[in-house]
C-alpha cells in the first residue's frame, strides 16, 4: 500500500486549468481516468488526510504509485480526451459499462457497391447504417420480411451473390418478388442503391410521406383502371402499416430522442436506454456496472452518454436526450454532443407528460435489470462458493460459512422496537427459518442493548435444544457453568406452553425443524463495533465459542470483527462483499417490514384485542351482532352469551376487559377537533409486547414469543 504523500505533486506544479488527469500504480498501469475544469483543485482533493477520503478513492489512492496530466483547452476537449483514454487503458478503478447481452442491430451496408441488409452485431463499421438495436435477433428477420416486398434489397451473403452472378439465375428471393435481383442485372447498382436509402429513410422514422406517396400512386393507378398494379401498391401499404405497427406510437409529437434510466444501490448500477424514433421506439439496451469509484447518478448519466455516443456521429446522435439527472456541469456534456451530431442537441429531465411517463417505463425497465443481475449472480453456484470462501479468508474462519444468520434492530423513534433474524444457507435465502423478535427487556431506544437481548434469547433457544437433545449432560451445560444456573430456568421466561414434548430428534411431531434448533457458523449484526461487541458478548455469557461474529456497517460497507480497532476492508469486487450485503439488506427488510406491521396493528388496536385468547373470527362476529363496540360494552353477559361461539366464561372475560379498557375522558381527534365515538378503533389498547399474527405463513409460524 504506497502513501499518496510520497507521489504528491509540489505545491503550484500542478496548472489551474481544464484537463485530464491518470493515476498510476508501481508497475506503471494507469489504474483510474479523470477530468478536471480545474486540475490544481480536483487533484488537490486526493491528497488530502485519508480518513476524509470515501472509503473507494481512498484503495484508489494508495494502490496508485504516481499520477500525471494533461493540459487542454477547454472542458469539451477534456471530456473527449477523457473517453479516450478510459477506452485505450481500461482503468480498474473507472466506472465500466458491460452489456448485459450482445444486442443485434439491423444494418445496412452502405459501403457496398450492392448494399446489403442484414443482423449484425459488436462493434459499428464505418459506412454502415444501423438500426436498433433490437432485443432480439427474430423480431429484425420479421421487420425485413414485412418491408422487403416494398423493398426488395438485397439480403444473401456475398458468396450467395457472386455464384448467382456467375450462373446467372436470382436466388428463391428473387423469384417470389422479395430481391431486385441486381446480382443478375434485372436492376443498376445505381438503382438498387435508391431502393437501399428508401429502406433506410422508412426505418429511420421518415414513413408518412412514403406512404403518402404509395397511396396517391394506388390511386392513379386505380383511376386508370390499372387494378393489378393499385392491388400490389395496396398490398404494400397494408405490408408497411403492419411493420409500423410493431412499435407502437409513444410520443405523438414524432420527437427522436434517446431516453436514459438509472438504477442503483451501493455496489451497482444498471442503465437503460430506449431509443425513439419518429415517436416510435425502435430500439432497447442496457448495461450494468461495478460502481468501483464514488460516483453520483449523474456522473453515471454521463458515463452512459460517452459510451453510448462516443463513437457516434451525425443522426445517430437524436435532437434530444432524457435522463434522470444531468451531469454535473452540464454544459460540457451538452456542447459535446451538439459537436458529435453537428446540430443542437437537448440534454434535460422531462417533467411532464409523455415524456414524463415514457420516462417512468424505462426506469421500470432498468429496475428489473438490476433485480434480474442480482438473482443471475446470487444463484450461481460457483459464484456462492466463492463468495463464502472469501467471507472465510477475510474473517480467519476454519472453514466456509455454511449458515449465515443475520440480525437488525428496527424502530421508530424508539417505539415498536423489533429485530429480526435471517438465514442464507449455502448463500441462499432460508426463508422457512427467518425469525422475528418484539423487544421486552426494556423501553425505549438503545439499539445496543436490544442486539444484545435479540442474541441472549436466540442462544438460550438454541442450548435448550441442544440440551433436550441429549448433545451433553448436565455437568456440561455451558449456561450452567457461567452462571451456576441450570438451563432450563434460565430459559423458562421464554419457553412455549405449547412446545411440543421433548424428544430427541430436531423436528416436532409435524416434522417441521424445531425452533433455534440449528447453529450458525457465522453471526453477521448490522452496525459496527458497538453492535459487534453486544453479541459478542452476549455469546460469551452463554459460554458459546465456537459461533463467528461480524458486523457490516452501511456507510462505508466496512466489516467489523470483535476485538478490532480496525474494520475489515473487503476488495470492491468481492463476491464474499456482495454475500455479506444481501445478507444485511434482506435482515432490514425483514426487520423494517414487521415494525411497520407492528405499528400498524398498535393503530389498528381496540378493546377486544385485550381479550385472551379471542380470535379475529369471533371478534368481528361479536361487532357484527352488536354493530359497534360501544353497545357491545353495555350489553349483559347473557347478551354476549348469544353470539354464536361465545360461552360465559369468555363472555366474562370480555365484559371484564371492555370494563377496564373504557375511558374516563372522550378521545379527541387532533387533526379535526371532533370526539372520538367508541365506535371507532381503541388505540389506548394493546401492549407493545403482544405477539403479532400478521404476515406470511412461514414469518406467523416463526415469530418469537
Not at 494507469?30 to 486526493?46: E, M, T, W
Not at 401499404?237 to 434510466?261: C, F, H, Q, R, S
Not at 455454511?402 to 429485530?419: N, T
Not at 442486539?451 to 438454541?462: A, P
Request: aromatic share 6%; hydrophobic share 35%; proline share 6%.
Amino acid at each position: 500500500m504506497a502513501d499518496p504523500s510520497s507521489y504528491r505533486p509540489k505545491p503550484g506544479q500542478i496548472p489551474d486549468s481544464p484537463g485530464v488527469y491518470r493515476f498510476r500504480d508501481e508497475h506503471r498501469r494507469v489504474i483510474y481516468v479523470g477530468k478536471a475544469k480545474s486540475l490544481r483543485q480536483r487533484l488537490a482533493n486526493y491528497f488530502q488526510d485519508l480518513s476524509g477520503l470515501h472509503p473507494r478513492t481512498r484503495t484508489m489512492v494508495t494502490t496508485a504509485a504516481s499520477v500525471e496530466w494533461t493540459v487542454v483547452s477547454t472542458e469539451v476537449e477534456a471530456l473527449q480526451l477523457e473517453y479516450s483514454w478510459i477506452k485505450e487503458y481500461d482503468p480498474r478503478f473507472n466506472v465500466k459499462y458491460r452489456d448485459d447481452k450482445s444486442y443485434p442491430y439491423l444494418a445496412v451496408t452502405m459501403n457496398e457497391e450492392f448494399p446489403r441488409v442484414q443482423v449484425m452485431r459488436g462493434h459499428k463499421k464505418k459506412g454502415v447504417r444501423y438500426f436498433g438495436p433490437y432485443a432480439h435477433a427474430w423480431a429484425i428477420r420479421d421487420t425485413v420480411d414485412l418491408l422487403l416486398r416494398v423493398f426488395p434489397v438485397r439480403t444473401c451473403s456475398a458468396g450467395v451473390f457472386k455464384n448467382a452472378a456467375r450462373t446467372g439465375r436470382p436466388c428463391l428471393l428473387g423469384y417470389i418478388g422479395k430481391c431486385s435481383a441486381p446480382c443478375v442485372g434485372r436492376v443498376s447498382a445505381e438503382e438498387h442503391r435508391e431502393l437501399s436509402e428508401e429502406f433506410c429513410d422508412f426505418m429511420a422514422g421518415r414513413t408518412g410521406t412514403y406512404l403518402r406517396r404509395l397511396e396517391k400512386q394506388m390511386m392513379e393507378a386505380a383511376e386508370e383502371m390499372e387494378y393489378e398494379r393499385a392491388a400490389r401498391l395496396r398490398d404494400d401499404i397494408e405490408a408497411l402499416k403492419k411493420a409500423m405497427e410493431k412499435n407502437a406510437v409513444v410520443l405523438a409529437d414524432a420527437t427522436d430522442a434517446d431516453l436514459i434510466a438509472v438504477a442503483e444501490d451501493e455496489l451497482e448500477a444498471a442503465v437503460q436506454i430506449f431509443h425513439v424514433r419518429g415517436g416510435r421506439v425502435r430500439g432497447q439496451r442496457g448495461w450494468v456496472t461495478d460502481k468501483v469509484e464514488d460516483v453520483t447518478t449523474g456522473a453515471l448519466v454521463e458515463h452512459a452518454l460517452q459510451q453510448l455516443y462516443g463513437e457516434e456521429r451525425g443522426d445517430s446522435v437524436p435532437k434530444e436526450v432524457l435522463v434522470p439527472a444531468l451531469p454535473e456541469p452540464v454544459e460540457p456534456v451538452q456542447e459535446w454532443l451538439t459537436e458529435r451530431r453537428g446540430s443542437n442537441v437537448s440534454l434535460r429531465i422531462p417533467q411532464r407528460g409523455d415524456k414524463k411517463a415514457l420516462m417512468e417505463t424505462v426506469e421500470r425497465n432498468a429496475q428489473q435489470a438490476l433485480v434480474l443481475h442480482k438473482t443471475r449472480r446470487a444463484s450461481d453456484l460457483t459464484t456462492r462458493s466463492r463468495a463464502l470462501e472469501e467471507i472465510a479468508e477475510a474473517l480467519d474462519l476454519d472453514s466456509a460459512p455454511l449458515r449465515i444468520e443475520c440480525y437488525d434492530i428496527s424502530h421508530l423513534q424508539g417505539d415498536d422496537v423489533v429485530a429480526s433474524m435471517v438465514v442464507f444457507e449455502d448463500g441462499l435465502q432460508r426463508k422457512s427459518e427467518y425469525r422475528r423478535f418484539q423487544i421486552k427487556g426494556f423501553e425505549g431506544q438503545d439499539d445496543v442493548r436490544s442486539m444484545h437481548e435479540v442474541i441472549t434469547r436466540r442462544f438460550r433457544r438454541y442450548l435448550a435444544e441442544k440440551e433436550r437433545t441429549g448433545e451433553w449432560t448436565d455437568g456440561e451445560n455451558p449456561l450452567a457453568d457461567a452462571t451456576g444456573t441450570h438451563l432450563a430456568d434460565a430459559t423458562a421466561p421464554l419457553a412455549d406452553a405449547t412446545e411440543a414434548p421433548l424428544t430427541s430428534s430436531l423436528k416436532d411431531d409435524d416434522g417441521r425443524p424445531k425452533r433455534f434448533a440449528y447453529p450458525p457458523q457465522l453471526v453477521v449484526v448490522d452496525g459496527g463495533q458497538p453492535q459487534v461487541a453486544a453479541a459478542k458478548r452476549a455469546l460469551d455469557e452463554l459460554g458459546i465459542d465456537d459461533i463467528a461474529v461480524c458486523g457490516l456497517a452501511k456507510r462505508l460497507e466496512e466489516v467489523w470483527v470483535p476485538d478490532d480497532d480496525d474494520p475489515v476492508v473487503l476488495p470492491r469486487s468481492s463476491e464474499g462483499l456482495y454475500l455479506l450485503q444481501r445478507v444485511r439488506d434482506e435482515a432490514h427488510r425483514f426487520a423494517i417490514t414487521y415494525q411497520r406491521t407492528k405499528r400498524a396493528k398498535r393503530f389498528r388496536a381496540g378493546p377486544l384485542d385485550e381479550v385472551p385468547g379471542l380470535g379475529e373470527t369471533r371478534k368481528q362476529a361479536l361487532i357484527k351482532h352488536f354493530g359497534s363496540v360501544k353497545r357491545l360494552r353495555a350489553a349483559t353477559i347473557e347478551q354476549i352469551c348469544e353470539v354464536p361461539g361465545i360461552g360465559r366464561k369468555t363472555a366474562e372475560t370480555i365484559a371484564v376487559a371492555l370494563a377496564r379498557a373504557a375511558s374516563p375522558a372522550p378521545a379527541v381527534n387532533t387533526a379535526t377537533g371532533e370526539i372520538i365515538d367508541d365506535e371507532e378503533p381503541d388505540t389506548t389498547a394493546g401492549s407493545p409486547g403482544d405477539p403479532v399474527t400478521t404476515g406470511a405463513p412461514e414469518e406467523r409460524r416463526g415469530q418469537e414469543t
